[in-house]
């Protein structure tokens, strides 16, 4: 081992993994923001609601997400009338084109998420709701999504590791991030071991984090949900 080299690298990785961080939070947040209105209209009875969500859940989550990266940074650029619309100047960038990529992925297993956290709502406590006059736009507010966040919160936890490890795959787009940064010093010390093992660290102590946070989570709301002995 290179301590040296991992030494004098520390730097990168710590500018790489601040990158992946960063590429974490806007697709979880726009993620969020796509898998709520979804997760809604994947839940009326209405096929005309329903169906054409589950069409999108279903293409997203059966594709590779390095495909998916590869058809927006690459495939769209073919096409003329792409290059000169008004949205060629953010679609030539990598970065919203990893963001974009990596927030419509979580965004279709989110969705599905929800969709079956909302499906376990126990129906009495949409009765309750009813029988107290609350409206459905109320009793969704008030009892289902509440409920159905807390329910969601271990899948949704395993959810936001698999992104974060999904978030490598923005180095293949020029994205210096941490899996980037292993790359680099590859490059530069010609020692393979010695820079994915160091960005292998980074990762997992970014898990541990993550895992901590989503365990707090679940004591805290998921707790009270659970049947008294």
Not at 108 to 123: N, S
Not at 128 to 148: D, E, H, N, Q, Y
């Amino acid at each position: 081992m290179n301590f040296e080299a991992i030494a004098t690298s520390l730097p990168l990785y710590a500018s790489g993994a601040l990158t992946t961080l960063q590429l974490l939070v806007a697709a979880l947040a726009i993620g969020m923001a796509i898998a709520l209105p979804l997760a809604m209209l994947r839940s009326l009875p209405s096929p005309w609601a329903s169906r054409p969500v589950w069409l999108f859940t279903y293409v997203i989550r059966g594709t590779p997400m390095l495909v998916q990266l590869f058809l927006l940074y690459y495939g769209l650029a073919q096409f003329d009338a792409v290059r000169q619309s008004a949205l060629w100047p953010w679609l030539s960038q990598a970065w919203f084109c990893a963001i974009a990529a990596f927030a419509i992925n979580t965004g279709a297993y989110t969705t599905e998420i929800l969709h079956g956290a909302m499906k376990a709502v126990p129906a009495g406590e949409i009765e309750a709701a009813k029988a107290l006059g609350m409206s459905r736009w109320v009793t969704l507010r008030r009892i289902v999504l509440p409920s159905a966040f807390r329910r969601s919160l271990p899948a949704y936890g395993n959810e936001v590791v698999l992104m974060l490890h999904g978030t490598s795959l923005a180095s293949i787009v020029t994205i210096a991030d941490l899996t980037g940064a292993a790359r680099e010093v590859n490059s530069t010390y010609y020692l393979p071991f010695e820079a994915f093992i160091t960005a292998a660290v980074f990762y997992l102590a970014i898990t541990f984090v993550l895992v901590a946070l989503f365990r707090a989570a679940e004591h805290r709301w998921l707790t009270p949900l659970q049947p008294r002995a």
